[in-house]
């Protein structure tokens, strides 16, 4: 899972994801594909792409606030507390103030 935040986070390509986390391309897409799956499944009457006339409204609400273009939406960031991983990364992932490991979801 962790692999899936990693790549889903900073957006790397397989080949660099696969050499910093020291994991099979073919493996790390196995993984990305079940979370993905699994948070579109479990949050499906959560989150959700606006539809019709709310699409346009929310692109121009974005244009008019921050001068980004075709913007359709945004998530809001929430700590989801985790085991503490064991990767070489397992520092990315401690939060001084709630102490304890973390992703922002």
Excluded at 8 to 35: D, Q, R, W
Excluded at 59 to 82: E, K
Excluded at 90 to 102: A, L, P
């Amino acid at each position: 899972m962790v692999c899936s935040i990693y790549k889903l986070a900073h957006g790397v390509n397989f080949p660099i994801c696969s050499k910093l986390l020291a994991m099979g391309k073919s493996t790390i897409y196995l993984v990305l594909h079940e979370v993905v799956y699994t948070i579109n499944k479990i949050f499906k009457n959560l989150i959700s792409w606006p539809k019709g006339d709310d699409m346009q409204t929310i692109m121009t609400d974005f244009y008019d606030w921050c001068g980004l273009p075709s913007v359709q939406g945004a998530i809001n960031g929430r700590h989801v507390f985790i085991a503490k991983p064991s990767t070489p990364f397992v520092k990315d992932y401690y939060h001084h103030k709630t102490s304890g490991h973390n992703i922002v979801a």
